[in-house]
């Protein structure tokens, strides 16, 4: 089993509608963050979490929120997805703050008509 | 804020020939710069990173050299395979804070069999 999962894997869905995607993992690492993929833009951090209590924005977190439900759990929400949300999105984790690797999920990609 | 820049966009070339992607960053206080490889449908994967109290790593047909003078480092992969088919991403952060970490914007490296 993966130690990163996210779900759904795909998805498509109207603009105005409410999307959560969901993010679990099994390393039992405390860092969590989600993660925007575009084509020519490289990966852009939307939101982090350091532990259950701590939710910070990243560099893009306009018409997103998050919840961190639990150590293993981080869901992203789009409140009113709109076309320009459409995109890979990464949910990925680490175990500290000079630790080197980021352990991403496969990856969420959301498609918004 | 660090801004990395990545090049080339797309790389092809032939199986067992050398690959050499490289990236620039801004920020003087960037002292990690890890190298991710994503596979189709999957998530970035660390293969290869260096701190800036070296100048170059290897590992079997990898290496990652930095040159912080000018602000500049670069992934070399030998002989290379079709396995190495994938999209690199480079990236620089301060000693500490994933937080930080600023991708670069992707390299499609193909290897023509």
New interface residues.
Partial sequence: DAD?TQTPRNRITKTGKRIMLECSQTKGHD?M?WYRQDP??????IY?SFDVKDI?K?EISDGYSVSRQAQAKFSLSLESAIPNQTALY?C?T?SG??????F????SRLTVL | GEN?E?HP?TLSVQEGDSAVIKCTYSDSASN?F?W?KQEL??????II?IRSNVGEKKDQRIAVTLNKTAKHFSLHITETQPEDSAVY?CAARP?????K?T????TRLTIIP
């Fill in positions: 990163v860092r963050y020519g833009l490289g990966l852009r951090l982090y910070n990243g990464f990925a680490t703050a000079n630790t080197g690797e980021l991403f999920g496969e990856g | 990395v990545q966009s990690y890890p991710y449908g999957k998530g970035p994967q660390l990173d991403f000693n500490f804070g994933n937080e970490l991708f670069g914007t992707g």
